[in-house]
Structure formats: structure tokens, C-alpha cells
């Protein structure tokens, strides 16, 4: 899929270097001395450090489980989309620590006193919160919505085939699947007899 290549390559990719980055500048700033407002520095690398490890954790499990997932329902083959719900709640736990990183640089605003690093530092947490809400927007309004109906369409899909099977498998030699009135588990190539169920005539001949 096109978006999830996307998500990837342009998302993905661009927030794990500049999250490096920003961990990077925080810890020079956090080292320098006499810097304006600093009191405010240790909260917030705080804070982004835990934004950090939860997207850096939330990014694996999408490009290992969730997109290929993705991509099988793409391809019509069977799937959940149960977990899509959790993961939209780990996207808003993802804005609030954003909110938070906000709070604490008041609004990226800086007094006309502070360093070039800081300053470097402010403008990078305004990028990556910019990029990071377009990222979860796309995923949230876009691919969430499109991978759960595919998912529900793979399932009824599966559904109806099973119904189709189960009303003319028995007229159908090359069925070969464990419904009543199929073959039977044995593989003995006789037509399995539906419990409750009187044999008829041929059944009863062809079970000697």
C-alpha cells in the first residue's frame, strides 16, 4: 500500500534520526551552564525521553506486525483488526506527551537571552511535533479505518465462502473441507453422514 510506504519512509524513518537529534541537543543543553529557564530542561528531557521510548516501541510493533498485517488483508487473506483500537490509543498517549512538551517550553517560546542550542533545540520540538501529528493523522483518519474494513470484508468473504461450500460441497469431489456431508476425516473417501441423521440407501451401501 502506498500510504504505508509513505508512513515509512517519510514518518518513520524522519522521526527516529530526529529524535536522536533532539536527544542529542537536550543533553548539551542540559550540560551547559547558565542557561535561562533551566529549571524547565530537566522535566522536559524527562518528558521527552518517555515520548522517545514509547514511539520508538510503538514504530517496531507497526512495521513488524501491523503493516504486514495490512498487507495481507490487502491481499485478501485472513486477519484481526482487534488490535487497531489499542493502537489508536497509543497515538493519543503519543499527543499528550506532545501537549506536555509543549507546556514545558511554553509554547516553543524563548526569551531574547537564550543560546543558539537552545534555540536549535525549541525549533527541532516544533518540527518533530508538526510531523508527528500529521503521522498520526494519516494513520488514524486514513489506514486505520481502510485496514479494519478490509479486515471485516476478508472475514465475511471467508464467511460466505464457508456458506457456499457447506450447500454444495457434497456434489463437489474436490471439496475437501471438514464440513457435514464432506469427506471424512479418516480420508477414507466416503461422504461423512450429519449426526442425527438417517443414512440413505447408497450411504448405506457405499459404508459396507
Known sequence: M?????????????????MTLIEQMMDRVVEARGVKRFDSILPLRRVFSEFQDETLDHLRIEEEWLFPAIARFENGLAGSGDAFPMLEHNHDAAARRLDEIRDLTHGYDLPETACDTLRTL??????????MRTHLRLENDFLFPRAARLARETVDARSREGTMCLTAGAANPNCKCSLPGKLDTAGSGRAAIPPNTQPTREQRIALR
Open 2 to 18: 502506498a500510504l504505508i510506504e509513505h508512513i515509512v519512509h517519510r514518518h518513520h524513518s524522519w522521526l527516529r534520526q530526529e
Open 122 to 131: 525549541y525549533e527541532e520540538l516544533e518540527a518533530l511535533e508538526a510531523d
